[in-house]
Every structure is written in structure tokens, then in C-alpha cells.
Antibody
Framework: EVELVQSGTVVKKPGESLRIACTGS????????IGWVRQMPGKGLEWMGI????????RYNPSFEGQVTISADKSISTAYLHWKSLNASDSAMYYC???????????????WGQGTLVTVSS | DIVMTQSPDSLAVSLGERATISCKSS????????????LAWYQQKPRQPPKLLIY???TRESGVPDRFRGSGSGTDFTLTISSLQAEDVAVYYC?????????FGQGTKLEIK
């Protein structure tokens, strides 16, 4: 079964760093783009960026570039979303999602992780 | 960025009746070289991740009931649920994947009347 499993709920303070994880199984991890999507409380979906674990080619939404870093460790089939310094506005649910059909960046998300809830509060 | 605009923002439909959601893109998402519309529809139920329903504007994902139908081309798209069931209560999003950054519509909340 193809599956993405995300790391658990996190509570952090403003200014702290954070890395959340998304581990893929049941498929060739290096062969599909994985993206990150933010959903703020009660709001819609925002595409943050995407990475191709095969060669670490990464594309960012300009709205998020410089605010987060997307990376992947293909040796353990895991993609990451990293913040150097959190602020309260980063509080949201974050989903990872795998594109449907291989190495074309122009594709939709057919497999989703369960989400990681991040709360940033002093 | 390509802006995706859905209408309406919310919709109440009686069980067994038709529900129709519109999605318009600020630029065409039809790729002329393969004649494909880079447009997907997702369903999100409370406390769940989104679920892919439709891709290439009109292709149903495996396992999606045939009461869900996607149509349209270029900049104007529609998701139709032919006979609303109780389990269809959700928020529905369109997404363009023609160009990065990929963008979603703001969502349409579908409820039972």
C-alpha cells in the first residue's frame, strides 16, 4: 500500500526552529515529486513547494521561499519541511502529498499524509 | 501566479439533488501540446486530509463514485455531483497544476439543505 506518514503534533515557541517529516512507503520514493501544503485554521489549501527526491530538485512558492526549507533524505524515504525561526503565524496544519504519476512536476496530488499540526505560542 | 476562483463559497443542496461548483482560472490551464487541462478537484472532510476526486479536469480517480463529474476546458471548469449523498458533505477545492506555484481555489463548502 502506498502511504505517506507524517511526524506528530508539535507545540513550539516563537523563534524556535522546527523540522517536520513525511515518510513514504509502498513505492519508489525517488521517482515521485512530494509537495507540502499549508492549511491555516479554518482556511483553505496553500501550495508551499515541492521536491523531487531523486535529485533534490526543489521548487518553492515565492510566498514561502526564504521562510521554509524543503529537503529529502532518499536513504530513509523521508521528506522534510524546516523552519529556522517560527512565529505565531506559522501555526497551521501541514500536509505532505505525493504527485500522481512520476517525474513530471506538472501533476496533481494523489496520495496525502495525515497532516502535522504545528502550534506556535509563547 | 494563476489565481483560481471558485463559486459559490458555500452551497446547500437537498439529498438526491444535483450540486454544481464552478472554478475559474486567471489564465488557461490547457496545455496545447497534449490537449490536457491541468486541473484537479479535491474533497476535504472535517479533520481529514484532502482526497483527489478528479484530474485532467474530467478523469475520475480510481474508486471515486460516478456521481462525481468534472468538466470544462481552458479557464472554466465545473464539478458536478449528480445525486447528493450525505457522505458528500465536505469542502471542495479546485487546483491548477499547469504552472508552479500550483494554486488552489478558496474552497466551496457543501452542506445538506
Amino acid at each position: 500500500e502506498v502511504e505517506l506518514v507524517q511526524s506528530g503534533t508539535v507545540v513550539k515557541k516563537p523563534g524556535e526552529s522546527l523540522r517536520i517529516a513525511c515518510t513514504g512507503s509502498g513505492y519508489r520514493f525517488t521517482g515521485y515529486w512530494i509537495g507540502w501544503v499549508r492549511q491555516m485554521p479554518g482556511k483553505g489549501l496553500e501550495w508551499m513547494g515541492i521536491i523531487y527526491p531523486g535529485d533534490s530538485d526543489t521548487r518553492y512558492n515565492p510566498s514561502f521561499e526564504g521562510q521554509v526549507t524543503i529537503s529529502a533524505d532518499k536513504s530513509i524515504s523521508t521528506a522534510y519541511l524546516h523552519w529556522k525561526s517560527l512565529n505565531a503565524s506559522d501555526s497551521a496544519m501541514y500536509y505532505c502529498a505525493r504527485q500522481s504519476a512520476g517525474d513530471d512536476v506538472g501533476d496533481c496530488f494523489s496520495i496525502w499524509g495525515q497532516g502535522t499540526l504545528v502550534t506556535v505560542s509563547s | 501566479d494563476i489565481v483560481m476562483t471558485q463559486s459559490p463559497d458555500s452551497l446547500a443542496v437537498s439529498l438526491g439533488e444535483r450540486a454544481t461548483i464552478s472554478c475559474k482560472s486567471s489564465q488557461s490551464v490547457l496545455y496545447s501540446s497534449n490537449n490536457k487541462n491541468y486541473l484537479a478537484w479535491y474533497q476535504q472532510k472535517p479533520r481529514q486530509p484532502p482526497k483527489l476526486l478528479i484530474y485532467w479536469a474530467s478523469t475520475r480517480e480510481s474508486g471515486v463514485p460516478d456521481r462525481f463529474r468534472g468538466s470544462g476546458s481552458g479557464t472554466d471548469f465545473t464539478l458536478t455531483i449528480s445525486s447528493l449523498q450525505a457522505e458528500d458533505v465536505a469542502v471542495y477545492y479546485c487546483q491548477q497544476y499547469y504552472r508552479t506555484p500550483q494554486t488552489f481555489g478558496q474552497g466551496t463548502k457543501l452542506e445538506i439543505k
